[in-house]
């Protein structure tokens, strides 16, 4: 009795030793998803229904959620300003949500503002450049810096230190639709941006080296008018230049920026021109202002990148690594470019065999991925073109 009381005690203080040898709360991905994750997504002021950044995010944060059985909501502000995209995340953090989501550059300010004031608050912020940050030369406190747009360090000037932010090599996407568009057989093309912002500069300026080499690649000349809607969303206005373009023989618009497609879709519908979309794969909203009006869509991984990270802060406990981070997202995969965070879509795209097939795409991106074929991202200057008549235009709002 005495023997099996001994092993019995040996046995109880091993397993107490075990128990006590396991790993902290918080450090193993099943012990950190007990933590109590909120997760809250902040609309720029658009819809979940915009066929763009405000639904693809929604979708993706919602989706995440309910797979892996996490509280999730979102808030609209009621005006497009700061101060009412602010009042959101304040709402958001009234109601214990900890994880609060931002998608897009005009949320700069409001990181700015929100972030230091919630110092257990972690934000994922996506495609706010390092620019951005300090677009209106006010610090958080209201108070006028100054800086070298040369050499500077944000830390100096912004507190992100708990906000992880995720930018896209927007070029390299834009590149890859003007490509396909001129290999496609168009000639005359035409970039309608939004507002000049890095992010839609750097998609029409890739868009205009894609199709520039492609051009060249042929030994043919194209042309290529270039414009910006100083907004972005369509109206009347915006519309009307669409219907001289196409008049004029524009064959395709690269629509950039929110909802400003629908004016390059209205007037392309009347002429049975073509579009291309931007940031999602936009095809079935632009096909309904008319049958096959889209050629291709210059896409960012929108809803990779924010599932990845919901994925590595809650599950894999790495917000110690990713916290004041600004990451730049674009090529993975030289050999599947459905991996990628920049790429146009697969099965989507107007491909046609003896012009451009996905076979040609695939070849292009491990061209790219290897440094075979590459894309300038400087937006200081307009890209130098050899087979393309560029025209720019000045804004129009």
Known sequence: MRKFLAILCAVMMLFAL????KTPAGDTGEENAEIGYKVAMVTDYGDITDQSFNQTTYEACKEYCEENGLEFKYFKPVANNTADRVAMVDSAVAEGFNI????????????????????????IVLDV??????????????????YNPDNWNLEDYVDLSNVYTAIYQEELCGYMAGYATVKLGYTKLGFLGG??????????????????????????????????????????????????WYADGTEV??????????????AAAKVDGKVVGVDTDQSSVLNAYGADMTVTSAMKGLAATTKSALENIIVKGEWDTMAGQIVTLGLVSGEDPTLNYVQIPYETTQWEEGKYTQEDYKALVAAMFSGEVKVSDDITVFPATTNTDVKIFDNIK
């Open 129 to 146: 450049s390092k620019g951005d940050y300090l677009d209106d030369g006010v610090t958080a406190k209201g108070e006028a810096y100054d």
């Open 195 to 244: 507002m000049a912002v890095p992010a839609v500069v750097r998609f029409g300026y890739g868009f205009v080296q894609g199709a520039d080499a492609a051009a060249k690649d042929m030994d043919i000349n194209i042309e290529m008018k270039y414009i910006y809607g100083g907004q972005f969303f369509g109206d009347a206005d915006i519309t009307a230049v669409m219907d001289t």
């Open 18 to 21: 075990t128990a006590c040898s």
């Open 100 to 123: 609060i989501v931002l998608p897009g550059y005009a949320f700069a300010g409001t990181v700015r503002e929100s972030a230091p004031q919630y110092p257990d608050v972690k934000f």
């Open 253 to 266: 618009v690269f629509a950039c920026g929110g909802g400003i497609f629908t004016s390059a879709c209205e």
